[in-house]
């Protein structure tokens, strides 16, 4: 049914492609479409799906760097905070403004005005670009916003800074499809088995890991972004690097919502680390976790549960206390922190999420660690400037590959929706008008489907209830978003399984349709591969 995906896996072993990307994370998915849009002939793979791993179980958040004050990196904070506005003037659909309320307990290790100073310091560091700062006392954080507990606060202050409106998966995919749209030859769930150099070319092996047919890949150059995996991706094929990882875990928990507040909720957990609780539509998200771990293939512990509950109990005066049963969903990752040298501790006050990228210039082979989704227009910029200097042509070296589309496209769009009353078919789970949903989520792409629901109304019907997404858009999915396994749809093409209960999901009457729109004859055997994984 995946006819994209088998297309482009035939297209992969066809010709010799000016670069291999390994890895379809944050930093695969922005060197993909920044080399694509510049002339660039591309290829990605990703052993897993697009945005599979850590770049799915981030804080959802585009920050420029606050907590890195304290370790004293003022040069990556600066930077930080000019990606977060280039991100935020590019996205505006996307990446918004959002406030932190910030309450600093008593016997922290800093008094409250003093970290507020830092807060008008990094707002300097912002250029002005969002809203100001303001200190706030006790009693003026519990009159603002009653769920914060009023024992033990020595005061503290509200500042800006961004968040991604829909999840990081989304964001990530959706450089995905325009690398697709510009040429780049993209396929999920194929795995690199080893690079060799022959006659001056890479020769990759590679894998389809759904129907287990093997080829090769060939490129001049080779862009190792496997996220958590650069490490061995590099062992096997023989490269020395300069950086490594080492490894944090976070973990993230999202229950019903529990302020009304469309503010980040922010405190210092037990450990002195942030700790968040965001607003998530109808949801809310609280963590995180910080713990050195040497396997990227971390889980959720009963000690990451506790930890989290603890402290929001502790630190909000909520109805009654949050428990395990409260947990819609849970979102556990490794945060890949750069290193130079051997060895190491994943102190989060000394090492901050900055990448690095390493080049081979022999090899033409690149290693990008670390990294965060901030700063992602960078990491493409400088992966298309290393590429063009490692030989390979960029005839559109100048093009701007990232963006949504113009405000023409954008206001066609709108004044479509309108004539067609089409915030008036909004589903009342729904946490926002279709209008906004659909044009942040489908760009360019939205105005077809309103066509589609202008010739069939039925297409406008909401298909997995207690979630907001309407049959065009499950149909949309399946044509054009590489939909291999159904977690793909439930979890990162949209966040279905983020806030909706697994029974409810699995109770929906529409969930067999979408499996059948999805997945066609196997419809069937993909809902049962899902429930097979929730075991």
């Given at each position: 049914?995946?006819?994209?995906?088998?297309?482009?896996?035939?297209?992969?072993?066809?010709?010799?492609?000016?670069?291999?990307?390994?890895?379809?994370?944050?930093?695969?998915?922005?060197?993909?479409?920044?080399?694509?849009?510049?002339?660039?002939k591309v290829a990605l793979i990703d052993k897993g799906d697009f945005a599979g791993f850590t770049s799915s179980n981030s804080s959802n958040l585009a920050w420029g760097g606050i907590k890195y004050l304290e370790s004293h990196e003022y040069g990556l904070v600066n930077k930080l905070c000019k990606s977060r506005n280039h991100l935020m003037r590019s996205y505006p659909s996307t990446v918004k403004e959002i406030r932190f309320f910030t309450s600093i307990q008593k016997g922290f290790r800093f008094p409250p005005l003093?970290?507020?100073?830092?807060?008008?310091?990094?707002?300097?560091?912002?250029?002005?670009?969002?809203?100001?700062?303001?200190?706030?006392?006790?009693?003026?954080?519990?009159?603002?916003?009653?769920?914060?507990?009023?024992?033990?606060?020595?005061?503290?202050?509200?500042?800006?800074?961004?968040?991604?409106?829909?999840?990081?998966?989304?964001?990530?995919?959706?450089?995905?499809?325009?690398?697709?749209?510009?040429?780049?030859i993209a396929a999920n769930y194929v795995q690199a088995n080893g690079s060799e150099k022959i006659d001056g070319e890479w020769n990759t092996k590679a894998k389809d890991v759904i129907s287990g047919e093997e080829f090769e890949i060939r490129s001049k150059i080779i862009i190792n972004s496997a996220g958590p995996f650069v490490d061995p991706m590099n062992q096997v094929n023989h490269q020395t690097t300069e950086h490594h990882h080492l490894f944090s875990k976070g973990v993230h928990l999202i229950v019903d919502k529990i302020t009304n507040s469309n503010k980040v909720l922010t405190f210092f957990a037990d450990d002195g680390r942030l700790f968040f609780v965001i607003p998530m539509g109808p949801k809310t998200c609280i963590g995180t976790t910080d713990t050195q771990v040497e396997n990227p293939h971390a889980t959720v512990t009963a000690e990451d549960r506790q930890f989290i509950l603890d402290n929001v109990n502790k630190l909000l005066d909520l109805p009654k206390d949050l428990t395990q049963a409260d947990i819609i969903a849970e979102r556990c990752g490794v945060r890949p922190l750069a290193i130079k040298g051997k060895g190491g501790v994943a102190d989060w006050v000394q090492l901050s999420r900055k990448h690095a990228v390493d080049t081979n210039k022999v090899d033409k082979y690149l290693s990008i660690f670390g990294g965060k989704l901030t700063d992602c227009i960078n990491v493409g910029d400088e992966v298309a400037g290393l590429v063009k200097e490692l030989g390979v042509m960029l005839p559109y070296a100048d093009f701007k590959w990232y963006g949504e589309p113009d405000d023409t496209v954008r206001?066609?769009?709108?004044?479509?929706?309108?004539?067609m009353d089409f915030d008036g078919l909004t589903p009342a789970t729904s946490s926002e008008p279709l209008t906004k949903r659909f044009w942040r989520r489908y760009?360019?792409?939205?105005?077809?489907?309103?066509?589609?629901?202008?010739?069939?109304?039925?297409?406008?019907?909401?298909?997995?209830?207690?979630?907001?997404?309407?049959?065009?858009?499950?149909?949309?999915?399946?044509?054009?978003?590489?939909?291999?396994?159904?977690?793909?749809?439930?979890?990162?093409?949209?966040?279905?399984?983020?806030?909706?209960?697994q029974e409810d999901i699995l109770s929906a009457p529409g969930l067999k349709e979408a499996c059948e729109i999805l997945f066609g004859d196997e419809a069937d055997a993909k809902l049962q591969e899902y429930i097979d994984t929730l075991s």
């Amino acid at each position: 049914m995946n006819n994209l995906r088998k297309s482009n896996i035939q297209k992969l072993p066809q010709k010799t492609f000016d670069v291999l990307i390994i890895g379809g994370g944050i930093n695969g998915a922005v060197s993909a479409a920044a080399l694509a849009a510049k002339g660039a002939k591309v290829a990605l793979i990703d052993k897993g799906d697009f945005a599979g791993f850590t770049s799915s179980n981030s804080s959802n958040l585009a920050w420029g760097g606050i907590k890195y004050l304290e370790s004293h990196e003022y040069g990556l904070v600066n930077k930080l905070c000019k990606s977060r506005n280039h991100l935020m003037r590019s996205y505006p659909s996307t990446v918004k403004e959002i406030r932190f309320f910030t309450s600093i307990q008593k016997g922290f290790r800093f008094p409250p005005l003093f970290v507020f100073m830092g807060t008008i310091v990094y707002w300097l560091m912002g250029r002005f670009f969002t809203q100001m700062p303001h200190y706030l006392t006790a009693n003026k954080i519990k009159s603002l916003e009653k769920v914060v507990k009023a024992d033990n606060l020595n005061g503290g202050f509200e500042y800006s800074d961004a968040f991604l409106h829909d999840n990081d998966a989304r964001f990530v995919f959706n450089f995905i499809r325009s690398s697709m749209s510009y040429g780049c030859i993209a396929a999920n769930y194929v795995q690199a088995n080893g690079s060799e150099k022959i006659d001056g070319e890479w020769n990759t092996k590679a894998k389809d890991v759904i129907s287990g047919e093997e080829f090769e890949i060939r490129s001049k150059i080779i862009i190792n972004s496997a996220g958590p995996f650069v490490d061995p991706m590099n062992q096997v094929n023989h490269q020395t690097t300069e950086h490594h990882h080492l490894f944090s875990k976070g973990v993230h928990l999202i229950v019903d919502k529990i302020t009304n507040s469309n503010k980040v909720l922010t405190f210092f957990a037990d450990d002195g680390r942030l700790f968040f609780v965001i607003p998530m539509g109808p949801k809310t998200c609280i963590g995180t976790t910080d713990t050195q771990v040497e396997n990227p293939h971390a889980t959720v512990t009963a000690e990451d549960r506790q930890f989290i509950l603890d402290n929001v109990n502790k630190l909000l005066d909520l109805p009654k206390d949050l428990t395990q049963a409260d947990i819609i969903a849970e979102r556990c990752g490794v945060r890949p922190l750069a290193i130079k040298g051997k060895g190491g501790v994943a102190d989060w006050v000394q090492l901050s999420r900055k990448h690095a990228v390493d080049t081979n210039k022999v090899d033409k082979y690149l290693s990008i660690f670390g990294g965060k989704l901030t700063d992602c227009i960078n990491v493409g910029d400088e992966v298309a400037g290393l590429v063009k200097e490692l030989g390979v042509m960029l005839p559109y070296a100048d093009f701007k590959w990232y963006g949504e589309p113009d405000d023409t496209v954008r206001d066609e769009f709108f004044h479509r929706a309108r004539l067609m009353d089409f915030d008036g078919l909004t589903p009342a789970t729904s946490s926002e008008p279709l209008t906004k949903r659909f044009w942040r989520r489908y760009g360019r792409n939205a105005i077809n489907m309103l066509e589609k629901i202008r010739e069939n109304p039925e297409k406008a019907e909401l298909l997995i209830e207690t979630s907001e997404y309407l049959r065009v858009e499950v149909e949309h999915a399946a044509e054009r978003e590489m939909i291999t396994k159904l977690e793909d749809f439930l979890r990162r093409r949209s966040k279905i399984s983020l806030v909706v209960r697994q029974e409810d999901i699995l109770s929906a009457p529409g969930l067999k349709e979408a499996c059948e729109i999805l997945f066609g004859d196997e419809a069937d055997a993909k809902l049962q591969e899902y429930i097979d994984t929730l075991s």
